[in-house]
């Protein structure tokens, strides 16, 4: 993935220097608030035993909207995020995949580190959400074609932690965790053919969603910045046929700080 990329990350250090080389002295957000569309492209893979213990893989876009608010002593976020396309392969076997989550995360202040002699803003607080999986997969069979599906949805309880560190008047570092660690799990399969659903409760050992990401935000001014970053996100569930899958993206995003 890196020699993927590698275009992409040249082009965003060039224009980061070009940057640093004109930037206004902007006091950093903390933590950052507003309005963010955000968009990635990165590889996917996917291995979903219902259908195949074969690993299928392809790149997928990935994009997202976000509204976050910030009183005082307590801040949360409001996001929905969608990813979707048709040519998740193995071979000449291809799938059509959709991932889309909706998610609210609460942030607290629970203390500030130094950090390379720099001060890290930590939060922390807990994380819901809503997540949405579906595989249709397109299967050679007796010299035909079979399109078997695959969904699975989570309604999820966890926890989620953030990092600020400003190293500059105008740029700052952010990390960000989210874990789900309860949910509510439902598996469907064929429902077109009628092969019916299975849910239960699944835990941080039968079923998660974790998603980690990296990046560094740029302050136009106070009201603007841009910020590039790595996102890792990985879907397991192990409760009924194993389903993995493991999403890694470039992004670049906007926010408009209200």
């Not at 893989?57 to 949360?76: D, L, Q, T």
């Not at 990390?175 to 299975?198: I, P, W, Y």
Request: proline share 4%; charged share 15%.
């Amino acid at each position: 993935m890196s020699l993927r990329f590698a275009p992409l990350i040249a082009i965003i250090s060039c224009c980061a220097g070009a940057l640093l080389a004109q930037a206004p002295s902007v006091q950093p957000v903390l933590p950052p608030t507003g309005l963010t569309v955000q968009y990635g492209l990165g590889q996917y893979a996917l291995r979903d035993e219902y259908i195949s213990k074969e690993r299928y893989s392809g790149i997928m876009p990935y994009v997202s909207a976000e509204w976050s608010r910030f009183h005082g002593k307590w801040g949360y976020r409001l996001g929905f995020e969608f990813r979707q396309a048709t040519e998740i392969s193995n071979n000449n076997v291809a799938a059509g995949i959709l991932h889309a989550a909706l998610y609210r995360d609460y942030f607290y202040p629970v203390g500030r580190k130094s950090l390379f002699g720099n001060d890290a803003y930590l939060f922390l607080g807990p994380a819901t959400g809503i997540h949405i999986y579906m595989n249709d997969q397109q299967v050679a069979a007796q010299g035909a074609f079979n399109f078997d599906n695959s969904m699975a949805t989570l309604f999820s309880l966890g926890i989620n932690a953030m990092a600020v560190v400003p190293f500059r008047a105008h740029l700052q570092i952010e990390g960000s965790l989210r874990l789900s660690l309860l949910a509510m799990g439902v598996r469907s399969t064929d429902v077109v053919e009628g092969e019916g659903s299975m849910g239960g409760i699944l835990t941080l050992l039968s079923g998660t969603d974790p998603t980690a990401g990296c990046g560094i935000r740029y302050f136009i001014d106070e009201r603007l910045s841009l910020k590039a970053a790595y996102r890792l996100q990985i879907l397991r569930i192990s409760k009924w046929n194993p389903l993995l899958s493991v999403d890694d993206n470039i992004t670049l995003s906007i926010s408009v700080h209200i």
